[in-house]
């Protein structure tokens, strides 16, 4: 027994001397001796020290700007797209190529919010010079009168009513000498042709109008309902249409004896605008006549649009009743 509790105390000596804390490790909880570091809860050791090292500076950057880089994408025959946008002054060929090579460098790539800032870069100093632009034509049509079109010819709905009834006045006078003269209007229509059936009430107003008659010339032979008494079925209709290059019906023609044949609309069109191109397109065939100009082309006849310069003082001369009698019984 002796022996036995003397070799006890020796191993609980050893023990305690062999698993005394270190001061180096992290100490065990007395109360739970299931954490022994050699267990789970092995302690952290400690880091060794790093020797120190003298920081690196990173090389100075120089805060002023890459003059050379500068100068190259001022110029014209140097600048390239990396540049951006530059203020090309009063260099249009400057601004055009920009606008060209950004636009074509913002559509060929993908993803790039970049090549887009600088092609929107441009688009900003395109509209700043538009409202810049926009602000001093609209000045210089008020301070110089003879600038501004539609002192001639107004758009605002007040001046539009007022020139309409001075023009319908005129406007009258040429549909009632056509009709002294015996021109009509030509329907060129297909049975079959849903539009065609659509222009019938159309024409029927512009009858009433202008006092023109209208006469169908159907192209299949099959006059259209309500002209059973003005029509042309026969093959004449078919070779009129073959002469004057009719591939869509409806299409409407003013005739006026002895030949001339003036196109007033093609498809659907309104009474409006067609009373309106009998009046605009006959003048100008009158005045081509009157001044001797010659520019048909075979299917159309010679008509004369031109108003003359706006830095003319005077108004064109008109026809007298003379030379407009004169074209109607002759059409010379």
Not at 66 to 77: G, H, L, M, V
Not at 105 to 134: C, T
Request: net charge negative; proline share 7%; hydrophobic share 40%.
């Amino acid at each position: 027994m002796r022996s036995i509790l003397v070799l006890l105390a020796s191993l609980a000596f050893a023990w305690s001397a062999y698993a005394a804390p270190d001061a180096s490790k992290a100490p065990v909880d007395a109360d739970r001796p299931d954490q022994g570091w050699f267990f789970y809860d092995d302690p952290a050791k400690a880091a060794p020290e790093e020797p120190l090292i003298s920081p690196v500076r990173p090389p100075a950057i120089s805060e002023t700007p890459d003059a050379d880089k500068d100068q190259k994408c001022a110029r014209r025959d140097t600048w390239t797209v990396d540049c951006g946008f530059i203020d090309p002054g009063l260099d249009f060929t400057f601004q055009s190529l920009q606008r060209d090579k950004l636009l074509e460098h913002m559509a060929l790539s993908k993803n790039d919010p970049k090549a887009v800032e600088n092609f929107q870069r441009y688009m900003r100093w395109a509209m700043n010079r538009s409202i810049e632009i926009a602000n001093t034509w609209t000045y210089n049509l008020v301070q110089k009168p003879e600038l501004d079109g539609t002192l001639n010819n107004p758009v605002s709905t007040f001046g539009l009513r007022l020139m309409t009834e001075v023009r319908k006045g005129e406007a009258q006078e040429i549909f009632e000498a056509l009709k002294n003269e015996g021109a009509i209007l030509v329907y060129f229509s297909r049975e079959d042709c849903a539009f065609c059936h659509q222009m019938r009430d159309v024409l029927n107003w512009l009858e009433r109008d202008t006092g023109l008659v209208v006469w169908n010339a159907p192209l299949d032979g099959k006059c259209m309902p309500g002209y059973e008494d003005k029509c042309q079925p026969s093959a004449v209709s078919v070779t009129a249409a073959q002469i004057l290059q009719v591939s869509i019906v409806p299409t409407i023609f003013l005739y006026v004896p002895e030949n001339t044949w003036i196109r007033i609309a093609t498809g659907v069109s309104t009474t409006d605008v067609m009373a309106s191109r009998i009046v605009q397109f006959f003048t100008a065939y009158r005045k081509a006549l009157l001044s001797g100009v010659s520019n048909a082309d075979g299917a159309t006849p010679t008509v004369d649009f031109s108003t003359g310069s706006f830095t003319e003082p005077t108004r064109p001369q008109l026809p007298t009743n003379q030379e407009i009698e004169r074209l109607f019984k002759t059409g010379s």
